[in-house]
Structure formats: C-alpha cells, structure tokens
C-alpha cells in the first residue's frame, strides 16, 4: 500500500492532496496549513521585482475514501520599476474519491473567479514580468477566470517492488477580461496524460519515474482566434532514501514545448515562445532530534536557446529548520539564495535573488 500511495501522488501532483504524508491514499488526518513566503530578484541598477505571497490550505477528510481540499492565496508585488499589484488568487477546490477495489483515484478540481482580474495597464505590465518562469514567483497570476478539471488516476502494483500508474485529466478554462479596456479572453481547454512507474529499490529507499504530455487548444479573444500553445512534455524522475531518521532527495525534470500557433490575418506564424528547460534539486533533512530537523538544498536550472529566445541559467542553496511543537502544529522555515543570467532580461549582467519563507501545519 506505501509503494501504492507513493506513486499515486507523483500523479496527482496538480492536486493539493498531494502533499499529504499518512500512509494511505486518502488521508484520515485533516490539516490546515498557512504560509508565508517573500520572494526577490534584481539586476544592479537595473531591474528589483519581488512578492509576498501568503499562501492558505485546508484539506478536510469526508470518509476513508474521499476527501477535500481547498486552496486560496493572496499576494503584494512591489517593484522599482514596475507599478505595485496586490490583490487574493483564484481559489481552488479539489475532490477526491479512491476506489479501492479498482485501484482509481478519481479527483474533481475548480477554479473560483476570486482573483483579480481587469488589472490597469501599469498593473498588467508588472503581472507580465511576474510570469517570467525564471523567477519561478508563488503566485505569477492573479485571476483568470473560473476553471473545471476532472481527473482519473489508476495504479497497479506489478510486484511487491513495482508499480505502475496512469492518469488522465481535462481542464475546461471559462473567459476573462485581463486588463481594463480589454474584451473577454478565453484560454484553451487542457488535456493531460501521464504514465509513470515506482520502483522500491529497497525498505528504505524508492526511484519513480514518471512523463507527463499536456495538450492544449485554441485560445480566444472577442470570438476570435489568437493562438495555439504548443503541446508540452516534462520527463521526470526522483530518488528518496532514509539513513536513520535523515531523509536524502534527488529531483530531475525536462519539460519542452513545441512551437505555438499565432492566428494572424492572412497568414499563421508559428513560434516557440517557451524554452526548453531542466531543473534538478538535491535536498537534505538532518533530524537532530524528535522535535527538531534541518533542511539543506541545493538546485538549478537551465533554459535552453531557441530561434527567438536567448538562453539563461540559475542556482541555489537554501537551508530551513523544521519544529514539531506538539503533535498536532509542525512549523517550518527556509532560507534560499539564487544567482544566474537570463539574456532574455539583461545581456550581460548577473541576476541575484532570494527567498525566505515559513509556515504552519495544524492536523486534526
């Protein structure tokens, strides 16, 4: 069942009952959690943008097979250069049903229109420069609208070892209106399909690997076409390990997208406007004691050139403690520190950033 319910999760990532740590696949714990997180990057003279995000988390159990959770943040965006956005995220509500004796995980996911949307052009300027994805920012959007995504997910043990798994999911995405002036936008339907496999390479240590592909359709502005988001894959895969109480985590990723469609007047253009990117984590915790534990990361990623985009890079380290102050209310923290180039933003000069961040989990 552990080997069952640690591949199920890789596959259900999307969802927030992904983060759960019992040993069953729907949790009999209920928790809530509350966070905090203040994010920075700069070039000297140049260029500072950073956000705090304030992220919210309930997970509420209904049975032993089914559960909820729901999901709601709020973020401050300040810039030297940039006008401020603040303002709460869309919501997002989950559904879980397990079905036990068919080995399916059937999950339900909306998305409430409670961000803000309609931003002012000096607002809409500052949300672009927070979707770049080398800032890799908590909160990149605000709102976009209400959303539907239904999802199955079946795992089969093949051993005591080796499991495998599969998933599907569809996203339908509602329209709306990103910047005052504007007509109505609406973005395109999802499919995801995924394919995975788990393997427990010991009683203490496991590798998965799993492979994602999303295909996306048509979006659409006032009833007219825009363009076409060219499909995405991301290859994935992770090694855990204990060593007494200490836990040691490897994490790889590849995702690309092929070029997407613009609809221009007499014409089609086609463009990759997304690189290619890898990314890999190796992340340490060191109990020292019942109570107490340490975390130590190490990460980095690369984005890859393309005809349009020029290539960029970035690494970190972070550290963090963690605090069990009873059974029921875990805190935790962590400190990192980046630095790369994106020549895409700047030619020549270095990008530095940070992150620290901390928060609460109380069970029930």
Known sequence: MKSFRFFSLILCASAALAADESPDVISSQGRVRIGGVYQSWSV????????????????????????????????????????????????????????????????????????????????????????????????????????????????????????????????????????????????????????????????????????????????????????KSGAKVMAAGQYKQYMGYDLLWLFGRFRSRSKSVIYMPGTDAEFKMQRDEFETMVRYRRRLNPQTALNYSVEARYFFKTDEITQGYQAGVGFGPERQVSPEMKLKGELKVFRGRDYSLHDTKWLTGFEIGGGLEYTF
């Open 44 to 227: 000297t003279d140049t260029l500072r943008l950073s956000e705090s995000s304030f992220p919210v988390e309930i997970y509420y159990p209904l049975n032993r097979n089914a559960a909820m959770t729901v999901s709601l943040g709020a973020a401050s965006v300040t810039s030297g250069q940039f006008s401020s956005l603040s303002g709460i995220s869309d919501a997002q509500v989950s559904a879980n049903y397990y079905m036990e004796d068919r080995n399916l995980l059937l999950n339900l996911g909306i998305g409430l229109p409670t961000g803000k949307r309609e931003l002012k052009a000096e607002e809409f300027a500052t949300s672009i420069g927070l979707s770049s994805s080398f800032f890799n920012y908590r909160v990149p959007v605000f709102g976009q609208g209400f959303s539907i995504s239904p999802g199955i997910t079946w795992a089969k043990p093949l051993n005591d070892q080796t499991v495998l798994g599969l998933g599907a999911s569809y996203q339908h995405k509602g329209g709306y209106v990103p910047m005052e002036g504007m007509k109505t936008y609406k973005q395109g339907a999802e499919l995801l399909l995924t394919g995975g496999i788990d393997y427990q390479t010991s009683d203490v240590s496991a590798v998965s690997l799993d492979l994602t592909v999303t295909v996306y359709g048509k979006d659409v502005y006032d009833d007219a076409d825009m363009m």
